[in-house]
């Protein structure tokens, strides 16, 4: 078992990939720019959390918990059905620079 993962991992040499073609396509950019936007809410959401001004009588761990998933689910569909425009913006910065890089010169 151990010589097979050995010459899996001759066959892979150093392990990273060098295929870079899946990083110029549209829906990936979009994709990227819909999680960042999730990550960002769900970001600004626990801040906004974390600033309460007292705590309540019955706060426990477990509510705790159970709202920092109810956020998380909250920004991801914040994201999904009404971005702010910051994923947005990043997918066009990073498409701008991809044509950048690709034509080899400033713009």
């Given amino acids: 078992m151990p010589s097979s993962i050995a010459s899996v991992g001759a066959s892979l040499g150093s392990g990273v ?16 720019g819909q999680r960042f936007e999730a990550i960002f809410t769900g970001m600004m959401l626990k801040s906004m959390r974390a600033a309460k001004l007292g705590d ?20 991801q569909n914040m994201a999904t059905h009404a971005p702010m425009g910051i994923g947005k913006a990043m997918t066009a910065f990073l498409a701008r620079s991809a044509a950048v890089d690709e034509g080899g010169g400033a713009p």
């Fill in 17 to 32: 990939s060098t295929d870079t073609s899946r990083l110029a396509s549209r829906e990936n950019l979009d994709a990227a």
């Fill in 56 to 75: 309540g009588l019955f706060d426990s761990k477990a509510q705790e918990q159970f709202r920092d998933m109810q956020d998380q689910q909250l920004a």
